[in-house]
């Protein structure tokens, strides 16, 4: 088995956790604030990965480059945009059309892979990607009441588009971040990650912290009530993270996000086993999808 297969699904598995944990603090905060303790209570453990690596484990530092730096603020960037309306859509009463729509960030991670770096994915892992997508989409929309007409209406709606731009822009930021650590060139992907990982939370953390000091100041006060919460968000955030930023480092990361989509198996099996909630033949079947893409992904 190739080592980012391993790594991708911990990646996925961490960032369950970390989702869940974000829609709770959604409860005590507004969406910026949620959106900011992922990088400001997580840069204190990109720090610490960073210096394990390099005190404990004895790997030399990575050089960082003007090309790094620009992929970083455009990874950057366009995250927290990714992550500001991912949250913004547990907003409304009916997010799960959105949600589903936002899940097509491996497709469209292809497809930014092949503008920005020239990564053409072969067909069969274009065919898992494709999978794993319709599966996702099915469990999304599971118990939404669907036809013909009401699936048209879905395309066009708010929460559809809204979770649209976030597939987009989670697209770019994680080609983005692939580009940035390969271009470091060295030392290991390890070293790589981590380092991607810390300027990449570092410059959000400013980012954010700038915004919510010009604009909205009151968060500050909610983030600090919630900071229990908000260290455990940062932990899990930071170690998926830099599971993500070692997976693309290695691979495609189209392909990487394809394999995380395993996460929506994780959220799934939590919400039958351990609150008991009866599922359908549609989330059935979207289960059934997913693993079918993810065993073509794994086999090609």
Do not use: D
């Not at 997580?42 to 992929?71: E, I, S, T």
């Not at 960030?105 to 020239?118: K, R, T, W, Y």
């Not at 013909?148 to 066009?156: C, E, F, G, P, Y």
């Amino acid at each position: 088995m190739e080592l980012w297969i391993p790594i991708t699904i911990a990646a996925a598995f961490l960032q369950n956790l970390r989702s869940a944990a974000q829609k709770h603090l959604k409860g005590v905060m507004g969406t910026t604030g949620a959106t900011f303790v992922r990088f400001g209570f997580g840069l204190p453990f990109a720090v610490l990965f960073l210096a394990l690596l390099h005190l404990a484990a004895g790997y030399p530092l990575a050089r960082p480059n003007g090309g790094f730096l620009a992929w970083v603020i455009v990874g950057g960037l366009t995250q927290i945009g990714a992550t500001f309306l991912l949250i913004h859509l547990f907003s409304f009463r009916n997010f799960a059309v959105g949600t589903a729509y936002s899940r097509t960030e491996p497709a469209q991670a292809a497809v930014f892979g092949l503008i920005f770096l020239g990564e053409l994915a072969g067909a069969g892992a274009l065919v898992a990607i494709a999978i794993t997508v319709l599966g996702v989409m099915a469990i999304s929309v599971a118990h939404v009441p669907m036809s013909w007409r009401n699936l048209l209406a879905s395309l066009v709606s708010r929460n559809a588009l809204i979770g649209l731009s976030s597939g987009t822009l989670f697209g770019i930021a994680a080609v983005a971040y692939r580009a940035a650590s390969l271009s470091l060139g060295g030392p290991n992907f390890m070293m790589q990650a981590a380092t991607t990982l810390l300027f990449t939370i570092f410059f959000q953390t400013v980012v954010m912290l700038g915004w919510i000091i010009w604009k909205e100041r009151a968060e500050l006060a909610h983030i600090a009530k919630a900071w229990k919460a908000s260290l455990f968000v940062g932990l899990v955030g930071a170690s998926a993270s830099f599971g993500w930023f070692a997976a693309m480092t290695l691979q495609q990361a189209a392909v990487v996000k394809a394999l995380a989509q395993v996460e929506m198996i994780f959220t799934f099996a939590s919400t039958v086993y351990f609150f008991r909630e009866k599922i359908n033949a549609t989330e059935v079947a979207g289960c059934a999808l997913i693993v079918t893409g993810i065993i073509v992904l794994v086999l090609v």
